[in-house]
């Protein structure tokens, strides 16, 4: 297959790919320890001080893993991330084993190169210093993948039980996961030589593991009257109010999409899987590749039409095959002097992108107006700590607090970043969102009798939905200003309550 065509990648060249792969994994070391925790990770490390079977949000295999990550450290933005980010590296090492196995022939140099592209990508490099449901979910799709591929070229039966593994641990991080399995399906209904595992038990063996290690979750929505499904399914399918016409949501789709894979890359990876040719799509590990790919992608365009806008990561792990698909089609075909120029000024563009992003999450430094900048979500948040224990101080009387919201994520990192600068433990919910704090177990109901600082982005709506819980009602002065780069950034200040004598409603 790809044998027959020598990789325009020498040795030299192959050693550069090596010590780029291993300045992008030190870089992001380097940033999950400096960059403060984003909105959504400080909601997941609430998570992780309260670890449970599952969540309204998600399933819980971040929370497990921060939870660890923070037990065997602290909770410093570095014990936060590290697990994650070593999931998901060693998720990439089987992409690469992936990629070795099911292109035995091609030189090694051909791996290194995925795994580079991979790199160069924004998804990748993003989930594996930013946690989300996202970074064990891409990991846990590698390790499927990778099981998937012994099937394809080996037909061994014991990878199904590793498969059912992966898929289950999959399921654990996101609900996402689940359409690797029509995509598996479809794959054996495609290659003519592996219809066969329809009849053997390796399969269902593996399936039954998936489900026993998915049953947490299950466990936790049955408990919990099915709460997350009907959340997920309302968030992915049902249609908003404000909902756009079709051919702007699919602009939109496929502008989300070419971002986080990388504009160039994006187009170089819808044409070179356009452009296979009637032999490869013969071949059972297109076939496979393919079907890992396309079917996630195409799902995700039609809900997108159907329901709500789909979030541009949610069709992030097919382009972990899609990726290598595009690759290989590249590499089995003869490039022309043409084609290897454009595929050069490619990876130099798509380079020059990722150093960039990477250089700017340290140093902002990009001229990006500050209200439009990303990071604006990442910085502020420490000084917002130190102001709500300037609150705390001012009531010495007062020896324990807790924290409400309007917002989980400001609520979170509101707790976060004052946690450490007080002794006794801090907990906080939103009272009119009390299926988002299932994992307190009726906590909040210790709290009568209590002080409470409410950190509110809607200053407005305070009285109407916080008042009615206290005997007395405090704004704090003055308001916190969520600073970046010397601007505010109005949409995250927060205005600071005292409420006192709290009575569950």
């Not at 998600?58 to 660890?68: E, R, T």
């Not at 598996?184 to 269902?204: A, D, N, Q, T, V």
């Not at 454009?342 to 990006?368: D, E, G, K, M």
């Not at 009615?468 to 002065?477: E, N, Q, S, V």
Request: charged residues 15%; glycine residues 6%; positive net charge.
């Amino acid at each position: 297959m790809l044998s027959k065509v020598s990789t325009p990648c020498n040795d030299q060249i192959t050693n550069c790919i090596k010590i780029s792969i291993l300045i992008f994994f030190c870089l992001s070391l380097v940033n999950i320890a400096l960059l403060p925790l984003g909105l959504d990770e400080a909601y997941y490390w609430y998570w992780a001080k309260h670890p449970d079977l599952s969540y309204f949000d998600h399933p819980p295999l971040l929370a497990w893993i921060i939870w660890l990550g923070t037990n065997l450290g602290n909770d410093h933005e570095f014990f936060v991330r590290i697990g994650g980010f070593i999931f998901l590296w060693v998720g990439l090492g089987f992409s690469f084993a992936t990629s070795r196995l099911l292109f035995p022939r091609a030189p090694k140099a051909f791996s290194w190169e995925y795994l580079f592209v991979l790199n160069l990508t924004i998804i990748v490099p993003g989930v594996s210093i930013i946690q989300t449901p996202d970074t064990p979910l891409l990991a846990c799709w590698m390790l499927a993948l990778y099981f998937g591929a012994s099937v394809v070229m080996h037909q061994q039966k014991y990878a199904w039980y590793g498969l059912g593994l992966a898929i289950g641990l999959g399921l654990l991080s996101k609900y996402t996961m689940v359409l690797f399995v029509p995509s598996l399906l479809l794959f054996l209904i495609l290659s003519p030589k592996h219809r066969f595992w329809f009849g053997r038990k390796e399969p269902w063996i593996g399936a039954m593991l998936a489900l026993i290690v998915w049953l947490p979750v299950l466990i936790w929505n049955i408990q919990h009257d099915w709460v997350s499904f009907h959340f997920q399914l309302q968030h992915g399918l049902v249609a908003s109010s404000n909902s756009s016409d079709w051919l702007e949501k699919l602009g939109l789709y496929i502008a989300g999409q070419a971002i986080i894979v990388s504009p160039l890359l994006g187009l170089s990876f819808v044409g070179s899987s356009l452009a296979a040719s009637k032999e490869d799509m013969q071949n059972p590990v297109y076939i496979f590749l393919f079907c890992m790919t396309w079917p996630t992608i195409i799902f995700f365009a039609w809900s997108s039409l159907q329901g709500n806008q789909a979030e541009p990561n949610w069709p992030a792990p097919a382009y972990i095959a899609g990726i290598l698909l595009s690759w290989a089609l590249l590499r089995h075909h003869k490039l022309t002097t043409v084609k290897y120029k454009v595929i050069q000024f490619v990876i130099a563009v798509s380079l020059v992108i990722n150093i960039t992003l990477r250089s700017h999450l340290l140093i902002p430094w990009l001229p990006i107006p500050p209200k439009h900048d990303r990071l604006r979500e990442f910085a502020g948040w420490p000084a917002l700590g130190q102001q709500i224990k300037k609150i705390i101080d001012t009531y010495p009387q007062t020896k324990e607090w807790f924290i409400l919201g309007d917002r989980g994520t400001t609520l979170a990192e509101a707790l976060y970043y004052t946690q450490r600068h007080v002794k006794f433990p801090l907990l906080g919910f939103d009272p009119q969102r009390p299926e988002r704090y299932l994992f307190l177990h009726n906590v909040p109901q210790h709290f009568t009798g209590k002080n409470a600082i409410i950190v509110a982005r809607q200053p407005t709506l305070v009285t109407k939905r916080f008042a009615k819980f206290f005997t007395k009602l405090t704004m704090i002065a003055p308001r916190y200003q969520h600073r970046y780069r010397n601007v505010t950034i109005e949409r995250f200040n927060i205005s600071l309550y005292v409420g006192e004598n709290f009575q569950p409603r």
